[in-house]
């Protein structure tokens, strides 16, 4: 009865990470992608978020297209402002690569780097403390960087979970499109679950 049991979550489990990809796919293209992807995020990670506190089934499309929809203006800012510091980023990259004395270049260059090393590992919080807390806009990714380097063996296991899922797609491409960006996704929020204090907590 146990087995049953056991084998019926795992199948459950398989199908709604199925389910959460194929809507992550449709509501990313329905908003013409560069209004979509961002709510679609949101929505995905909210419905993980769900699913692991209660640890049981859930109406997954339900609560899709509830938070897709409730998340939709917020979620496209907050996304768009990830964009605004990640092309800055990569513009004063650009620009010190320019500088004629190479020990300076050499010294930017570096710091530019670390900078956006931090930056690549704090987007992968932004979006589970978006679905976890309601913050000001500017405190998500505040509140990011503080947990990517002040949970770094959390921050380890997410990329080992995530660099695993990126190789298994690599030979086997057909994952993508049937449970890649769902398990990435839910690998991410797990993790982040386990350095994120209780909604009731105070982050600011």
């Given at each position: 009865?146990?087995?049953?049991r056991?084998?019926?979550?795992?199948g459950?489990?398989l199908?709604n990470?199925?389910l959460?990809?194929?809507?992550?796919i449709?509501?990313?293209?329905?908003?013409?992608?560069?209004?979509?992807?961002f709510?679609?995020?949101?929505?995905?990670f909210?419905?993980h978020r769900?699913?692991?506190?209660?640890?049981?089934d859930?109406?997954?499309?339900?609560?899709?297209l509830?938070?897709?929809?409730?998340e939709f203006?917020?979620?496209?800012?907050?996304?768009?402002?990830?964009?605004?510091?990640?092309?800055?980023?990569y513009?004063?990259?650009?620009?010190v690569?320019?500088?004629?004395?190479k020990?300076l270049?050499?010294?930017?260059v570096?710091?530019t780097?670390?900078?956006?090393?931090?930056?690549g590992?704090?987007?992968l919080?932004?979006?589970p403390?978006?679905?976890?807390?309601?913050?000001?806009l500017?405190?998500?990714?505040?509140?990011?960087i503080i947990?990517a380097?002040?949970?770094?063996m959390?921050?380890?296991?997410?990329?080992?979970?995530l660099?695993?899922?990126i190789?298994?797609?690599?030979?086997i491409?057909?994952?993508?499109?049937?449970?890649?960006?769902?398990l990435?996704?839910?690998?991410?929020?797990?993790?982040?679950?386990?350095?994120?204090?209780?909604?009731?907590?105070?982050?600011?």
């Amino acid at each position: 009865m146990d087995m049953s049991r056991w084998y019926l979550r795992l199948g459950t489990w398989l199908f709604n990470l199925f389910l959460l990809n194929l809507l992550w796919i449709f509501f990313t293209f329905a908003g013409f992608i560069v209004l979509g992807i961002f709510p679609a995020t949101a929505a995905l990670f909210a419905v993980h978020r769900r699913s692991i506190m209660e640890d049981n089934d859930i109406p997954v499309l339900k609560l899709f297209l509830i938070n897709y929809r409730k998340e939709f203006f917020k979620a496209n800012l907050l996304g768009y402002l990830l964009v605004f510091i990640g092309a800055v980023l990569y513009i004063d990259f650009r620009v010190v690569q320019l500088i004629s004395d190479k020990q300076l270049q050499s010294i930017l260059v570096n710091i530019t780097v670390v900078i956006m090393v931090v930056y690549g590992i704090t987007l992968l919080y932004v979006f589970p403390l978006f679905v976890h807390f309601d913050q000001k806009l500017s405190q998500y990714p505040k509140n990011a960087i503080i947990l990517a380097v002040g949970r770094p063996m959390r921050t380890l296991i997410m990329l080992l979970g995530l660099l695993l899922v990126i190789y298994f797609c690599f030979y086997i491409t057909a994952l993508i499109p049937v449970i890649g960006i769902s398990l990435s996704s839910y690998i991410i929020m797990w993790t982040a679950l386990k350095s994120l204090p209780k909604k009731t907590d105070s982050m600011d």
